[in-house]
């Protein structure tokens, strides 16, 4: 027994070998499953399903007599399950998901069925990759599509019959019917029900299903409508619908009667057929003409040639069309029908361009404006065909403004015509605006129109025109760092930065100072330099060139000059009037005018003040401007010069009238107690000696020299004007030098005020006259000094109020008498400015000290020494008295006489 | 009684007019200095005769001058014999004396009128100064004020126009009162118009006493 069972050891051993050697090496040829008999061998049996990794349960059974009915009936197996190895199966495969096989199996249905060969829908659905083949044909039992028709004939049996409408949950009907016929003809009638309405299980149909409402049914049927119309087979407008949610497919495409673009645009034609006819136009309720016409082929030709008429004119269909429609007005009507665009073209993908969406909210606007209506293109055809110039200008032709944060506005329109006539004639709108394509549109914020044409000139001009280009020129280098090219040059028309040659200087100047240009001073203060050439033209400098008054400016050169301020600046222009008027100038220099800007007075005036910049006048020859220009100023003086009969003279225009200048003085204005104002008057009254001379005389001669003692001695103003007298009384030094408070104060280190207070030692603002003589004998003892008299006015202003001659003073007792209406003024005169007065009691010159101190001013009667005429009382007593008391003493000494006598 | 030939016609007419021209200056030029107190009249009409009565006052001093320079009287009559100073200085002493006492006891005068004597030392003294001192400048400072401007060089070599007017002002003053005691004293003749009679008839009529 023992060697028996070794000996069956050892057989079974070997024949074991024998087994695993052969299967080693006839493995190739050996399978379970030669045939799709062998795999339905096994495929066939019901059997447990298999478990995938995921979960799902997949079912291996094959139905042996369907598959060979199917078209791939003949086919084997491994045919389609590439990826099965007979030699190794069934050891077990790996499957993640049913669908993930279902593709991977589907990819060998290509094999057979090239993707070119397949309707685009299908190529739409492979690409997708969201379905395999075997989602809509099966795996195994494929159906020819004749097929399918024949499956819905099922459905229809109940759903051709019109019946009571289903009522859903929320209260709607829903009809359940489906015309048969029209189904049929539609583009869907070859697919039959069930692929739409993959909810209805066919064999547990008619029972009743929950449906909410018809909106969400169709939402949920919707969804199937993308498996065979995927996402990336559709247009982006089509997306932007679905994406939306606010529209499914339904909506626009109907239901069971889906039609076909041929029919569609049968229907068009439909409406072209009478639109496509040249006819009268209607005519609106306005009385505007509405051309109903309609080109045909042109209309072919656009995007909207696809969905047709309705899709915009929608409430038009046959049922009511050709009924006249009531149109108010040919605007009302577009402005109703592209409201419709954004149906299709929702405002916020209209948006993605900011321009875009700048536009579509301008209520100005509306859609055909831009994109025509019956012609439009498609706009990517559009903007790949059209040139960029014209991209840009689509939009830019419009009058665009562009709203900056500093509330200025920007004008976006741009004039192509100005670019064609410009230095960049030929360019291209991104030539310059070279961040902008037909793609690409940033968006800048500007704070304000400043920091626009800053930055533009920095990144868009000085790209070309770099800095070394502009160094060529200092001056233009130097105004392109803080002034924008655009601001001279222009944005669009750019001049030409050379002018041509042999151009004037005047015009070579000009292209720059015509344009607004600014230089700032050191203190910040900014002075225009844009030059008006009219005024130029216009003035009396209108034949000069520029270069005549500025020199050193020329077509060649250009220095740059800094300024503390505009002050400075002007205080320098008045050189440029030197150049020429070196008399008006010096004048002008000594005057009063020119003393007070000196002091920094801002009103006062200097050259250009009144003879302005450019427009230089001559003023002389105009007496309204040269008066209106003193007046200006001086109103309250020309106020007095109003009531005189000067102004009367003026005023009636007779000729020779005289104005401020006439007697003042055009340049050389003085304060009016150092003009000689005198002569002014002679010079027009130059008889006024032979005049007065009539009657101003002393018997027995008829002398001028006595008209010259009274001229010296008072001011015409004082009989010829009406106001106050003064007899007026100033300090000057003994050779008759008028001495100023300044000089006064240096002679004798007393300072300004310390003189006031010594003139005027009690503070009453009147200084008696014994306050006088004590200062003049203070004064004395350090200079040698006198009073100057003469009659004049009290207010220096009434000197304008010049009266009639009838009415002029010619009574002598006027002045000659010794209790003239005169009173008393020291008039100091200050090195600028005007005079000092200080009220001075006016019989100081009645004193006896004014004898020494005034020796000078002699007003018979007015000024007459008091002390004298008690002299005169007490010689004429003494003389009386000597007289009496001689008589007296001889009356007493008769006897005496007497007795003498009688001795004798 | 003896008649002495005292007074020639052209100095009878050279003294009234100047007599006439004094009074009616001084009187006019109380006026212009007084206008505001005195009503004589007008401040121009007081200028317009001042001014006249000037001027026939500088012709009437011509007469007067050229009489006594060319007769070569001034020298005896006028001028004072400063070359026998003390003579001359007791004669004015006596002649003061007789009117400030001898007058009163009745002693004669010391002086006796001839042509070529006309004058006591004290008349001398008196009238040489005025005739060579105070009328001239009278007349200077009244023509300088007649016309400042034509005469300014003038005013100005007197120092100023209110010096000017001083002098003309003290010696209007000087006249005034001296006018008096010349009228008093042309009363002191052997009657009380004797002088004032010889003023006009040329004759002085010399009371001789035995």
């Known amino acids: 027994m023992k060697l028996n069972n070794k000996l069956f050891y050892i057989f079974a051993g070997c024949l074991f070998l024998l087994i695993f050697v052969s299967f080693y090496l006839f493995s190739d040829n050996i399978t379970f499953a030669k045939s799709e008999n062998s795999c339905l061998r096994c495929h066939s049996v019901k059997r447990l399903p298999k478990v995938l990794s995921n979960g799902e349960k997949m079912d291996l059974y094959v139905d042996r007599e369907k598959f060979s009915n199917s078209v791939h009936g003949d086919f084997s197996c491994t045919d389609c399950h590439i990826d099965i190895d007979t030699s190794t199966h069934p050891r077990p495969i790996k499957i993640e998901s049913k669908l993930a096989y279902a593709k991977e199996v589907s990819q060998n249905c290509v094999n057979c069925h090239m993707e070119d060969s397949l309707s685009p829908i299908h190529q739409g659905i492979l690409k997708e990759g969201k379905l395999s083949c075997a989602e809509c044909h099966g795996s195994h039992y494929i159906t020819p599509v004749s097929q399918l028709k024949e499956k819905s004939e099922k459905c229809l049996r109940c759903h051709s019959v019109k019946r009571l409408p289903k009522v859903l949950s929320n209260g709607e009907k829903m009809d359940l019917y489906v015309d048969r016929e029209k189904f049929s003809n539609s583009v869907h009638g070859k697919l039959g029900c069930l692929f739409c309405h993959k909810d209805i299980d066919p064999l547990a149909h008619p029972k009743p299903v929950i449906i909410e409402s018809k909106r969400a049914y169709g939402n949920k049927i919707f969804k199937n409508c993308l498996n065979c119309h995927p996402l990336n087979s559709i247009s982006p407008i089509h997306k932007d619908f679905l994406k939306e949610d606010r529209m499914v497919c339904l909506g626009c495409h109907g239901n069971h009667y889906i ?28 009385g505007e003409k509405m051309d109903l016409y309609v080109d045909k082929e042109k209309f072919k030709k656009t995007v909207h040639t696809d969905v047709g008429c309705w899709a915009c004119h929608q409430g038009i269909n046959f049922s009511n069309h050709p009924r006249p429609l009531f149109i108010e007005s040919k605007r009302k009507f577009t402005e109703k029908v592209t409201s419709g665009c954004f149906r299709c073209h929702p405002k916020n993908v209209l948006s993605v361009h900011p321009g875009h969406a700048k536009i579509i909210n301008i209520s100005t606007f509306v859609c055909v404006d831009c994109h025509g209506y019956h012609k439009n293109q498609s706009v990517k055809a559009w ?7 014209e991209y840009c200008m689509s939009c830019h032709k419009f009058n665009i403004v562009k709203k900056l944060p500093s509330k200025e506005k920007l004008s976006m329109k741009v004039d192509l015509s100005q670019i064609e006539h410009s230095v960049h004639a030929g360019f291209s709108c991104t030539d310059c605006h070279m961040d902008f394509s037909k793609d690409e549109h940033p968006v800048y914020k500007f704070k304000n129109r400043k920091e626009y044409t800053v930055n533009f000139s920095r990144n868009i001009c000085q790209t070309c025109h770099t800095d070394e280009e502009l160094k060529e020129n200092p001056v233009h280098y130097s105004i392109s760092k803080t002034a924008s090219c655009v601001e001279c040059h222009g944005a669009h028309n750019v001049k030409p930065a050379k002018l041509p040659a042999g151009v004037s200087e005047k015009e070579y100047c000009m292209s720059c100072h015509s344009g607004a240009l600014t230089k700032k001073m050191e203190n910040g203060e900014k002075l ?89 006048s001559r003023i002389s020859t105009d007496d309204i401007a040269r008066y209106n220009l003193c007046s200006s100023c001086h109103s309250k003086e020309s106020d007095s010069f109003k009531e005189s009969i000067h102004y009367k003279a003026f005023e009636e225009g007779k000729e020779g009238a005289p104005v401020c200048s006439s007697c003042h003085g055009a340049h050389k204005v003085l304060p009016t107690s150092v003009a000689n104002l005198k002569d002014s008057c002679i010079s027009c009254h130059s008889e006024a000696k032979s005049y007065h001379n009539k009657w101003l005389y002393n018997p027995p001669f008829k002398l001028e020299s006595f008209v010259d003692v009274h001229f010296n001695g008072s001011s015409c103003s004082a009989c010829h004007a009406s106001g106050e ?38 503070g009453d603002n009147l200084v008696q006259k014994e306050e006088l003589w004590e200062f003049l004998g203070d004064l004395k003892g350090l200079v040698k000094v006198e009073l100057k008299g003469r009659l004049d006015m009290v207010n220096k202003n009434d000197a304008h109020k010049i009266i009639s001659k009838k009415k002029a003073i010619k009574d002598c007792a006027f002045c000659h008498d010794p209790k003239a209406q005169f ?24 004193s006896a000290y004014a004898i020494p101190n005034i020796k000078d001013f002699y007003v018979l009667g007015l000024t007459k020494i008091d002390v004298l005429d008690t002299l005169f009382v007490i010689a004429l007593i003494a003389g009386i008295g000597v007289v009496a008391g001689h008589i007296f003493l001889r009356i007493v000494t008769i006897p005496v006489r007497r007795k003498k006598k009688e001795g004798q | 009684m003896k ?43 007081a200028v317009k005769i001042h001014s006249w009565l000037g001027f026939v006052l500088i012709a009437n001093y011509f007469i007067w001058f050229i009489y006594y320079f060319a007769t070569l009287k001034f020298f005896k009559i006028y001028l004072p014999p400063f070359w026998r100073p003390i003579e001359f200085t007791k004669k004015a002493l006596r002649q003061a004396k007789y009117y400030g006492y001898g007058i009163m006891v009745g002693d004669k005068n010391p002086h006796h009128p001839t042509p070529d004597n006309k004058f006591n ?43 000017v007017s001083l002098i003309h002002v003290g010696l209007w003053i000087f006249f005034a009162a001296f006018i008096i005691v010349h009228f008093y004293l042309a009363t002191l003749g052997h009657t009380v118009l004797a002088h004032i009679i010889a003023m006009f008839t040329g004759y002085e009529e010399e009371h001789e006493e035995h």
């Open chain 1, 725 to 762: 007298k003064a007899v007026i009384l100033t300090l000057a030094t003994s050779e008759s030098k008028v001495l100023t408070l300044e000089e006064l104060s240096k002679l004798t280190n007393w300072d300004i005020e310390e003189i006031r207070a010594k003139l005027d030692v009690n």
């Open chain 1, 383 to 389: 903007k790949k065909k059209v040139s960029t110039n």
């Open chain 2, 3 to 45: 008649r002495v030939y005292l007074h020639p016609i052209p100095v009878r007419i050279w003294h009234w007019i100047n007599a006439i021209c004094f009074i009616i200056l001084i009187i006019t030029g109380l006026q212009i200095r007084l206008g505001d107190k005195l009503g004589l009249m007008s401040f121009q009409t």
């Open chain 2, 121 to 163: 030392p004290l008349q001398q003294v008196a009238y040489f100064l005025i005739m060579i001192v105070c009328i001239p400048l009278q007349l200077i400072t009244g023509l300088i004020l007649w016309d400042p401007v034509k005469f300014q060089f003038l005013g100005n070599l007197l120092g100023g126009i209110q010096i």
């Open chain 1, 259 to 286: 039609k076909s673009k041929a029919q569609w645009s049968k229907e068009t034609n439909k409406c072209l057929r009478c639109h496509s006819v040249k006819r009268l136009p209607k005519v609106l309720s306005n």
């Open chain 1, 823 to 846: 009173v008393g003024r020291l008039e100091i005169n200050k090195e600028e400015g005007k005079a000092e007065r200080i009220s001075v009691e006016r019989s100081a010159v009645n």
């Open chain 1, 528 to 616: 225009s330099l844009k030059v008006d050439e009219s005024q130029i033209l216009h003035s009396v400098h209108g034949k000069l060139k520029c270069s005549d008054c500025h020199k050193g400016y020329s077509t060649k050169s250009h220095p740059i000059r800094s300024f503390k301020s505009i002050s400075e600046y002007r205080s320098k222009a008045q050189e440029v009037c030197r150049n020429c008027h070196a008399k008006e100038v010096s004048e002008y220099n000594s005057s009063i005018h020119k003393a007070l800007v000196s002091k920094g007075y801002p009103e006062a005036p200097d050259c250009l003040s009144c003879h302005g910049y450019h427009g230089v």
